[in-house]
C-alpha cells in the first residue's frame, strides 16, 4: 500500500456522518431542478437490480432523495436523449454518459482478457454487429433469441457475442425496455467527443477516484475503491494525484480521504430526508461502512433461505434524522403496501416509519398499509395510530 501522509485534518463521527449524508444528497433541501438527472451525475452510479418490491432499486435511488417523482419521468430521464449508458461499475449500474472515457481501461482489461472462455461459433460475433449497424438498436431476443437451452446461464450464441461486444465497449447498453437491454453500436450511441479510449488506464482510475471522493463526502481507501470496484492497488497508484485530502475520522480505525470541496463547504446543515433506502442505494451499498458510519448492520436476506431470515426478504433501511433508526420488508398487495416485518430501534423511530410507509404507499399507488409483525410488541398500537394519521396526510 501508498504510505499515507499524516492528516491535518479531523473529522468527529458526527461531522463525516453528516459530511456523507450531504455528499449522497440526502442533507439540505432537494435538487428538483436537476431532477433525476441531476441525482445521477451527482452520485456517478445507479445500480441496478432484478429485484422489484415497492419499485426497483434504480427508481428507489432517486425517490429516496427527491420524494415522488413520477416512475415514468424517472425511466425517462435515465434512458432518452443519450444522457447515460449501462457498464459495469460497482455492479451493472447506469452511468452518466460523461463517464463514458473513464471507463476505458476496464473495456481494455475485457479485450486483454476476455471475461468468458466460451468460443462462439464462427462469424456470430461479426453478424451481431452487422445486424446492429443495418437495424439499429436492439434487444437480444431481436438479434436472433436470447435464449438456447443450453450453457451460459441458458444464453444463445448471439447474447453471448452481444454482451462481449458490450464489455468490449463496441457495443452499449442505451436502455432498458421490459427490463430487457437495448444494444446498440457505441459509435452510434456515444457523442463523438466521448468516444475514443484517449484516456490512459492510470488516468481512468485517477479520475474515478475523483469521482467517488466526491459522491461519498469522505471515505477509506474500501470504500473509494469500491465505489466503482476497483482494486487496491489501483487506488494506491492513483491516491496522491487525486485531490482528494487525507483526513482522520473519530472511531475510523483506517486512514481516510475527504473531498476538498466537501471540507471547503459551509457547516454541513440543513433538512435530512425522512425515507426508505434500497439495500442497493449507495449510501449504504457497502456493508462496513453503513455500520462504521450509522452503527447499523444490515444484510441484503433475498438470498438467505427463508427460515433463516431476521429482518425479511428486502429489508429496507430507514433513514430519518441523518440516522438509520429502522426497518422494513415491504410487498404489495393490489392497492395495499404491506409491512411484512418492521423494525424499529426505539418509540422514537415510530413517526419516521409511519411516515416513510405512507409516502411510499402513496408513490406506488397504494391506498392502505398494512403491518404484519413488529419487532417490538409494543410499538405497534402507537405505530398504527401514527400511520392512520400519515396516510390521511399523504392521500
Same mark, same amino acid.
Given at each position: ?18 459530511? &456523507? ?8 433541501? /432537494? ?12 452520485? @456517478? &452510479? ?8 415497492? *419499485?426497483? +432499486? ?18 425517462? $430521464? ?27 481501461? !476496464?473495456?481494455? *482489461? ?12 464462427? +462469424? ?8 446492429? !449497424? ?21 444464453? #444463445? ?31 452510434? $450511441? ?34 473509494? *475503491? ?31 480521504? *475527504? ?5 471547503? #463547504? ?54 430519518? @434524522? ?20 418492521? #423494525? ?6 415510530? !413517526? ?20 404484519? !409483525?413488529?419487532?417490538? /410488541?409494543?410499538?405497534?398500537? /402507537? ?13
Amino acid at each position: 500500500m501508498t504510505p499515507v501522509p499524516s492528516p491535518a485534518v479531523e473529522l468527529s463521527a458526527d461531522e463525516a456522518r453528516r459530511t &456523507a449524508l450531504r455528499a449522497q444528497g440526502f442533507l439540505g433541501a /432537494p435538487d428538483r431542478r436537476s431532477g433525476v438527472r441531476g441525482v445521477l451525475r451527482h452520485l @456517478g &452510479a445507479v445500480q441496478l437490480d432484478t429485484i422489484s418490491v415497492l *419499485a426497483r +432499486s434504480h427508481e428507489l435511488i432517486p425517490y429516496a432523495r427527491l420524494g415522488a417523482v413520477g416512475r415514468r419521468a424517472v425511466e425517462d $430521464a435515465y434512458w432518452t436523449g443519450g444522457r447515460s449508458f449501462e457498464y459495469w461499475s460497482h455492479a451493472a449500474c447506469i452511468l452518466p454518459i460523461e463517464e463514458w472515457p473513464h471507463f476505458a481501461f !476496464r473495456r481494455r *482489461a475485457y479485450r486483454d482478457r476476455p471475461h468468458w472462455n466460451h468460443d462462439l461459433p464462427e +462469424s456470430v460475433y461479426e453478424t451481431v454487429i452487422k445486424q446492429l !449497424r443495418a437495424e439499429g438498436p436492439l434487444t437480444a431476443t431481436e438479434l436472433g433469441g436470447a435464449k438456447n437451452g443450453g450453457e451460459w446461464w441458458d444464453w #444463445s450464441a448471439s447474447k453471448v457475442a452481444v454482451e462481449r461486444a458490450l464489455m468490449y465497449g463496441e457495443v452499449v447498453c442505451t436502455e432498458r425496455r421490459g427490463w430487457k437491454r437495448v444494444y446498440d453500436l457505441a459509435e452510434r $450511441a456515444i457523442p463523438g467527443a466521448l468516444l475514443h479510449d484517449g484516456l490512459d488506464d492510470l488516468e481512468c482510475v485517477r479520475r474515478l477516484v475523483a469521482l467517488a471522493g466526491k459522491s461519498l463526502g469522505v471515505g477509506t481507501r474500501q470504500d473509494l *475503491a469500491d465505489y466503482h470496484r476497483l482494486k487496491g492497488e489501483q487506488f494506491d497508484a492513483v491516491v496522491a494525484d487525486s485531490g482528494l485530502v487525507p483526513v482522520t475520522v473519530e472511531g475510523w480505525s483506517k486512514p481516510a480521504w *475527504a473531498d476538498p470541496e466537501a471540507l471547503a #463547504s459551509s457547516p454541513v446543515r440543513g433538512r435530512h430526508r425522512t425515507t426508505l433506502l434500497s439495500p442497493f442505494d449507495s449510501l449504504v451499498w457497502e456493508r462496513a461502512r453503513t455500520e462504521r458510519i450509522f452503527g447499523f448492520t444490515h444484510r441484503l436476506e433475498a438470498y438467505v433461505p427463508k427460515p433463516k431470515r431476521v429482518h425479511g426478504y428486502f429489508s429496507m433501511p430507514l433513514l430519518a @434524522g441523518g440516522k438509520l433508526v429502522g426497518r422494513v420488508d415491504p410487498a404489495r398487495e393490489g392497492t395495499t403496501l404491506v409491512a411484512r416485518q418492521v #423494525s424499529l430501534d426505539d418509540r422514537k423511530a415510530v !413517526r419516521p416509519m409511519a411516515q416513510a410507509l405512507a409516502e411510499a404507499a402513496a408513490w406506488v399507488g397504494c391506498t392502505g398499509v398494512r403491518v404484519e !409483525r413488529i419487532n417490538e /410488541p409494543e410499538l405497534r398500537a /402507537p405505530l398504527m395510530t401514527a400511520l392512520t394519521g400519515a396516510l390521511d396526510t399523504a392521500g
